[in-house]
């Protein structure tokens, strides 16, 4: 069965840092990978989608990287803002009929 | 962004009470999901439509039923409401299955006393 985990569980980073958010799977044969925000209140909201023959994905100041051998992803986001506060969370879909599997999801404070 | 409602938005329920959750879609994809949201389990998927008429269970299945009689409308039912179900629950939809992204609706929070 596959494990979706997203360490830490909350950050807190003064505004214009660069930071890294981290997801990890249990089961490499996956279809793709994909980050998703989401803001206090509301539904998610798709960032970056990473297919498996993909090492990586760019949109504006967000960089994903995929690593299926060890299981790993990160979120890369650049010159972080306030606005950039939110949880991301990390979903796999995997070979099996399952089609999204997420982790808990990692809380971003950004301090202005 | 995509357009899929949820109603009600917010509901309060007593145990015992038969519940339906709607799903509405604009965009005439053919997949649609039924997930919720609970603190300390994240998102897990309850059940899921390929097409209409056509379902399958997720994770947490049980106590729930779905049914989709038209492509733009996908209803999750709680036959008999329990505290347990007490959550956030949010729908979902992609184009063309597990290969595309999923486009998230705004939630609907349910309160089971």
């Known amino acids: 069965k596959q494990e979706v985990t997203q360490i830490p569980a909350a950050l807190s980073v003064p505004e214009g840092e660069n930071l890294v958010l981290n997801c990890s799977f249990t089961?490499?044969?996956?279809?793709?990978l994909q980050w998703f925000r989401q803001d206090p209140g509301k539904g998610l909201t798709s960032l970056l989608l990473?297919?498996?023959?993909?090492r990586e994905q760019t949109s504006g100041r967000l960089n994903a990287s995929l690593d299926k051998s060890s299981g790993r992803s990160t979120l890369y986001i650049a010159a972080s803002q306030p606005g950039d506060s939110a949880t991301y969370l990390c979903?796999?879909?995997?070979?099996?009929?399952?089609?999204?599997?997420f982790g808990k999801g990692t809380r971003l404070s950004v301090i202005a | 962004d995509a357009g899929i409602t949820q109603s009600p938005r917010h509901k309060v329920t007593e145990t015992g009470t038969p519940v339906t959750l709607r799903c509405h879609q604009t965009e005439n994809h053919r997949y649609m999901y039924w997930y919720r949201q609970d603190p300390g389990h994240g998102l897990r998927l309850i059940h899921y439509s390929y097409g209409v008429k056509d379902t399958d269970k997720g994770e947490v299945s049980d106590g729930y039923s779905v049914s989709r009689s038209k492509t733009e409308d996908f209803l999750l039912t709680l036959e008999s409401a329990t505290s347990s179900q007490t959550s956030v629950y949010f729908c979902?939809?992609?184009?063309?299955?597990?290969?595309?992204?999923?486009?998230f609706g705004p939630g609907t929070r349910l309160l089971v006393l």
């Open positions: 089961d490499s044969a996956i279809y793709n």
């Open positions: 979903a796999v879909v995997s070979s099996g009929n399952t089609p999204l599997v």
């Open positions: 990473i297919q498996s023959s993909q």
């Open positions: 979902a939809i992609s184009e063309s299955g597990r290969v595309e992204t999923q486009y």
